[in-house]
């Protein structure tokens, strides 16, 4: 694998030696032979391969010093040349070639150096499986001097993917260090020569399929021994005291990083020290935790703020109660409880200790001890509510009572004051009377509405009250009694059972005929009540009997009617005659007056005469009847048919008579002259003839479908046609179209056709208004560039930025750095579109990647190249300045004292003139390799 490399650069060596030599050209005259230096092509990186749609840049190429380039588009041979190189077009798939030359000394290169770019479509692709993998370096550590080991090479591995070429390029750096790039069409790239503990970063991408996305991977030298630096740990200090100083190197050696890098003497954390991974790649990360002590303010929970007069006195404790305890003396030194008032007491801290500046106090009050004192609470009746007892005494000492409250037995009660009072226990007792329940002697029960005597207002036990409800003699009912206020007695209940009068139950008798056989009537009801009934039975005529039940019973009489019906004959009217076909009546089964029965035959024949017998229905005091129905044929009506007519014109009058003499009407009774429909003839009822349907046709009024359109001021105008492109004929006023003003024609169709009158409107757009573009820029390097066109006359255009689509506002945001054309035509096509390709954006590359392929190696501000006096200065992100460039300059390349420099970001100042202001700017770009 070495061996190949040094063939590719040994190669790529030679291209550089010839392709910076120059060729001769001889030409002679007669004996004489002059000799005129021709210069070679231009250097130029072909084929090119852009996605599909990706957004393209102009074409480069490198000519030699003092050369000048020649773009010639797809010109192999003529046309002519521009300065300004093409930019291909990404939108198509396939293969196009683009030509360049280089003029040195007015003398061309030939032939023209051809540039191919391929366009290709986006498959989906994407490399497949990139990862590191050490297990194959022993296959290939031969090819390498010395040989390659997982001790100290890294190989990245892929594999191939048949929806794409496999040949990809490749770009790594060892530790961020300088970039080295290539190609390869095996799936696999090994780095060799590291250190244990280096990392290899590289970026693939496929060379000859653009759209696959590139990715980045990198691995590692695995270390065989890891070192850890020794910091010694840092003793806990005070806030506000001076910090120790974090050290770049360990004691064992290790320089490296800390983050932080200054200790905070205000609050604790945890600083950690990060070898540098260049140096001591295979060295750990080491954490110092650094505990900074705030300052305590001594807290005291155990000293009471109030002390009884005489008590023992609290001891004062030499140590505080925070979390660390704080040691000290106080003064006075000793607690007196013999005066009364509030004393001060002050704490001094012991020296050494973290403690604040202010000194503690703390005060003490001497209170003289009271009792207690209550009002009394009256007696209760057992389960009254008993008010909560106060907490507070008369004489203001708070605290709570034991037991808790009992409204049920008299109760001994004691107060105890709340701790920190100087206070007695009290007592008070609450008496508690039981309740008496009052009795009453039973009430016998009575029947519905009989005599009921009022109810004792005074128990056995001797408890007066009320009852409620009032006396009812009607239902049972339940009496509550409710004893007098003052009493401590409860309600109770009495029930005085009311019985109902009971209503004898007895069967129904079915109605008879008058005459048939009545049987006698039961003298006990169904539910059991014994008695007499009156009348004596009737089987003539209807008749009401009653029942009387017999004493000693709670009942009461009721009645009983036996229906006796007569004979009847059913009434049915006769049917007048029938028209043939027309809907026959239905023969009812109840007779006007109400007789019930069957038909024989059930329904009657509209077409046949017949005769047909009513039978009444089993249980009815009724006789048969017979009705004869007779039919009469239809006549059949004859209107003429009436011929199509068109939408909108007289519609004919439809008669109320046939030719054949039979009246009626029409639904619809008029023709509609708009749409077609069916109409119905109904002969009037006293008519026995036949319905008939005429079917009218109405054709639509049919639009000439001519549509408006427009031409242009002095163009010649089209013919206006005799017929529409639907096939309607007729004549245009006016005749023709004028070319100079826009107008109204009317076409008239030619009759009998079902049409409308049609107009149209001609447009005469002017010509010509579009003379001059001119456009405004925002200033250089604004975030957002906005390019805002002025077209010269007034018109209707349409906008657009290199082959981008046209729109109608002449506003392009956020457009690119860079030379731009911009184009204007008329929305009608009646001026000619003007393009104007000079158009320039001043703005920066927001990042370069120096690495050789002659694609994006140097950052400049190109924009900038006319002004001869501008400078612009490059700086790391720590301020400090690694190149002066000229914006008409190479631009800067990525070194600095000929070492490159790492990928990251860069940041840069620029001076320059706008619009006769000199101004400054000041951004950052990125350096990717």
């Known amino acids: 694998m070495m061996k190949k490399l040094i063939k590719s650069f040994s190669f790529l060596f030679l291209i550089t030696i010839l392709s910076s030599s120059n060729a001769f050209a001889k030409s002679g005259i007669g004996g004489c032979t002059s000799e005129t230096l021709a210069p070679l092509s231009p250097i130029v990186n072909t084929p090119i391969y852009l996605c599909q749609n990706s957004s393209a840049t102009p074409l480069t190429a490198t000519p030699s010093v003092g050369g000048v380039l020649n773009w010639y588009g797809t010109d192999a041979i003529g046309g002519t040349s521009s300065a300004v190189p093409p930019t291909p077009n990404t939108t198509i798939v396939g293969s196009t070639t683009y030509y360049v030359t280089e003029t040195i000394g007015g003398v061309e290169s030939s032939p023209r150096t051809p540039i191919v770019v391929n366009v290709v479509a986006d ?12 297990s194959q370096i022993p296959t290939y550590s031969l090819d390498y001097t010395p040989p390659a080991t997982i001790n100290n090479s890294v190989l990245f591995d892929w594999a191939n993917n048949p929806l794409i070429s496999n040949t990809y390029n490749f770009s790594y750096s060892i ?25 290899a970063t590289l970026t693939l991408t496929s060379a000859t399929h653009p759209c696959v996305p590139s990715q980045t991977i990198t691995c590692t030298v695995p270390c065989i021994t890891n070192t850890t630096p020794n910091f010694a740990p840092i003793a806990p200090f005070c806030t506000g005291t001076v910090a120790p100083i974090l050290g770049p190197t360990s004691p064992n050696g290790i320089s490296g990083t800390w983050s932080p890098a200054l200790i905070n003497n205000t609050t604790s954390g945890s600083y950690v020290f990060t070898p540098d991974p260049i140096l001591f790649p295979c060295a ?34 030499s140590s505080s109660n925070n979390v660390t305890p704080i040691t000290g003396t106080w003064s006075p030194a000793v607690v007196n409880t013999a005066l009364l008032g509030t004393f001060p007491y002050t704490f001094t801290p012991n020296p050494g200790q973290c403690t604040s500046a202010t000194p503690t106090t703390i005060s003490i009050r001497i209170d003289p001890v009271l009792t207690p004192s209550f009002t009394a609470v009256p007696a209760i009746c057992s389960g009254a509510v008993l008010a909560p007892l106060p907490t507070t005494s008369t004489n203001g000492i708070t605290g709570s009572w034991s037991p808790a409250l009992n409204n049920t037995a008299t109760t001994l009660y004691t107060f105890t004051p709340t701790a920190g009072q100087c206070a007695n226990t009290a007592t008070l007792t609450i008496t508690v009377n039981p309740i008496v329940t009052p009795l009453f002697a039973a009430v016998s029960a009575i029947c519905s509405g009989a005599a009921l005597s009022a109810l004792p207002i005074t128990s056995t036990n001797g408890i007066a009250g009320t009852w409620s409800p009032a006396l009812n003699n009607m239902a049972t009912t339940l009496y509550t ?163 199509a007519i068109c939408s909108g014109s007289i519609a004919p009058i439809l008669g109320t008579t046939s030719p054949n003499g039979v009246t009626g009407t029409w639904s619809p ?80 169709p030619d009759a009998p056709q079902c049409a409308n009158v049609k107009t149209i409107n001609v447009t005469v757009n002017p010509s010509n208004t579009l003379v001059a573009v001119n456009w405004i820029v925002t200033e250089a390097f604004t975030q957002n560039q906005i390019v ?108 600095y004292t000929g070492h490159p420099m790492p990928a990251t970001d860069y940041w840069f ?8 202001i000199t101004k400054k700017f000041k951004s950052h770009f990125s350096l990717k390799r």
């Open 123 to 134: 498959n989906g692709a994407t490399i497949l499986l990139f990862r590191c993998d050490p």
């Open 481 to 643: 009694f409710t004893p007098n206020a003052g009493q401590c007695a409860t309600t109770t209940t009495l029930t005085i059972t009311v019985n109902p009068n009971v209503t004898p139950i007895f069967a129904v008798v079915p109605a008879i005929c008058s005459g048939a056989a009545l049987s006698a009537l039961p003298t006990t009801s169904t539910n059991g009540i014994s008695g007499t009934w009156s009348p004596a039975l009737n089987n003539t005529a209807t008749t009401l009997y009653t029942f009387s039940p017999t004493a000693g019973q709670c009942a009461t009489t009721t009645t009983l009617t036996i229906n006796v019906n007569p004979i009847v004959a059913p009434n049915f009217a006769a049917i007048p005659a029938l028209c043939s076909g027309s809907t026959a009546p239905v023969l009812a089964t109840t007779s006007p007056n109400g007789i019930i029965g069957t038909w024989s035959p059930t329904i009657i024949n509209n077409s046949v005469n017949g005769s047909y017998t009513f039978t009444p229905a089993a249980g009815q005091c009724s006789t048969t009847q017979t009705l004869n129905v007779t039919i009469t044929p239809r006549v059949i009506t004859n209107f003429a048919a009436i011929p």
């Open 175 to 199: 530790q961020g260090g300088p970039v080295v790039t290539g190609t390869t069409g095996t799936s696999h790239w090994l780095v060799p020569n590291m250190l244990p503990g280096q990392s």
């Open 669 to 748: 009774a008029t023709i509609s002259n708009t749409a077609s429909g069916s109409y119905l003839f109904t002969p009037n009822a006293s008519e026995c003839a036949t319905t008939q349907t005429l079917n009218v046709v109405v054709n639509p009024l049919v639009d000439p479908d001519f549509v408006d359109f427009s031409i242009c001021s002095g163009s010649t105008p089209p013919n206006l046609s005799a017929s529409s492109p639907n096939g309607i004929t007729g004549t245009w006023l006016p005749s023709s179209i004028d070319n100079a003003t826009s107008g109204a024609y009317v076409f008239t």
């Open 284 to 317: 750990l990360t080491q954490t110092l935790v650094v505990t900074v002590d705030p300052l305590v303010t001594p807290a005291f929970t155990t000293i009471p703020a109030v002390v009884c007069q005489g008590a023992v006195a609290p001891t004062l404790p």
């Open 788 to 895: 805002t066109i002025t077209a010269t006359n007034a018109g209707n255009y349409l906008y657009q930025m290199d082959s981008g689509p046209f729109q109608i506002s002449p506003v392009f945001e956020n457009v690119a750095s860079g030379m731009h054309s911009i184009t204007v035509k008329d929305v009608n096509d009646c001026s000619t579109p003007i393009t104007d390709n000079n158009v320039l954006v001043i703005g920066y590359p927001k990042f370069f990647t120096p690495n050789g392929d002659s694609y994006n190696d140097t950052w400049n501000i190109v924009g900038l190249k006319d002004q001869l006096n501008s400078r612009i200065y490059i700086f790391d992100r720590y301020g400090k300045l690694l190149k002066d460039i000229s914006p008409n300059g190479p631009g800067w390349d990525g070194n």
């Open 909 to 916: 100042t620029v001076e320059y003139i706008e619009q006769g």
